[in-house]
């Protein structure tokens, strides 16, 4: 079962996120902060990670710049997503900015076709 780490302050969304996730057949693991999913992702590498952009302690930029710099995570895909105006600039080659809202659909579609079906 392909592990997927969902990263987002909002308990409503990670929640949301991860039941939707788990129905298609994923095994998903939650962080409601980049400093925790850092963690979550160093004890047992996800093969997608699926992040907010603006949360405390370590936003999602911050973590992807971490990822990136971590010779065991670096090659891990994520998805940054946020309701903001302008994209940030991320230099993380397996990284992907989505805006929200994000629908399910699209949601499920962006994550398969990143790392396949559960």
């Known amino acids: ?3 997927i780490l969902v990263v987002d302050d909002e308990f409503d969304i990670l929640t949301t996120w991860r039941l939707v ?3 298609e057949g994923y095994e ?3 962080a409601s902060n980049g400093r925790t999913a850092l963690d979550a992702a160093r004890s047992s590498a996800p093969a997608l990670i699926i992040t ?4 405390p302690h370590m936003n999602g930029v911050e973590l992807i ?5 971590s010779d065991e995570l670096a090659h891990v895909p994520v998805i940054l997503m946020s309701a903001a105006a302008h994209a940030p600039a991320i230099t993380h080659p397996h ?3 989505r805006r929200k809202p994000f629908s399910i659909d699209d949601l499920i579609d962006t994550v398969r076709g990143l790392i396949g079906p559960a």
């Open 52 to 55: 907010d952009w603006m949360m």
């Open 21 to 23: 996730l788990e129905m």
């Open 1 to 3: 079962m392909k592990k």
């Open 65 to 69: 710049d971490a990822l990136a710099a």
């Open 95 to 97: 990284a992907q900015f």
């Open 28 to 30: 998903v693991s939650t």
